[in-house]
């Protein structure tokens, strides 16, 4: 298989990686570039971009030329010079994902980025930007333009810990009352619903008016 950017910019470099199965390390692999006027490829499989226009590149072993594999390769006149994370989560919780967007500028540029996390006991981050919290702390995530100018931009996510919501259901004088938002603890058996822990909690309406700071926020549940 051929592994790498489908991209490079004009007078940039790449660099794509042959794997063989199974593995040997007898197994010399030859790189040949299908027009070398518009990109050419070095024994190692570094792809210097020389015209705008598409090329093909051939891994092959040297052993058996049968065993071979095609890319397609396109040099962009326009080289990156800029990217851009659109946006950014102030904080993510530990099991949560969010999804990081980017954009590369200008914008006849190569549009993909490749995603790297700094930490990956603390989050990691796939091919798509989405990235998962593991656990408390701060993780740089970067986006790289993928076509040779190593152009990147980096966000700070600062993972936290996944603390439950509670919300308690006021049921005063046996009828349903109204909902206290985010309670800062509660016990044990609790009943979720819809993201929320719940606290079923018998109530006067005599008592609730005794505590001015209780503020209701009356919702069907």
């Not at 040997?24 to 790189?31: D, K, M, T």
């Not at 930007?129 to 993780?139: D, R, W």
């Not at 993928?146 to 936290?160: L, P, Q």
Request: glycine fraction near 8%.
């Amino acid at each position: 298989m051929l592994h790498g950017s489908g991209y490079v910019a004009k007078g940039h470099k790449i660099k794509l990686k042959a794997t063989v199965t199974p593995e040997s390390p007898e197994q010399e692999i030859v790189w040949r570039s299908s027009d070398e006027e518009i990109a050419t490829v070095s024994q190692k499989g570094v792809v210097t971009g020389i015209k705008g226009r598409t090329v093909t590149i051939t891994a092959k072993l040297k052993s058996n030329s049968k065993v071979r594999k095609k890319m397609t390769v396109t040099v962009m006149e326009k080289a990156a010079f800029k990217v851009v994370i659109d946006q950014m989560p102030d904080a993510l919780k530990i099991g949560c994902k969010c999804e990081l967007k980017a954009s590369v500028k200008p914008a006849k540029a190569a549009r993909t980025v490749t995603w790297s996390s700094s930490d990956k006991k603390i989050a990691t981050v796939n091919s798509k930007g989405v990235v998962k919290g593991l656990k408390t702390g701060k993780v740089t995530i970067t986006a790289t333009a993928t076509d040779g100018t190593k152009v990147s931009a980096s966000v700070e996510i600062n993972v936290v810990e996944n603390k439950p919501r509670y919300r308690a259901l006021v049921v005063a004088n046996g009828d349903y009352a109204g909902v206290l938002n985010d309670l800062p603890g509660a016990g044990n058996n609790v009943k979720t619903v819809s993201g929320f822990h719940d606290l079923f909690i018998p109530f006067s309406m005599a008592a609730i008016s005794s505590f001015p700071m209780i503020s209701l926020s009356w919702a069907s549940v």
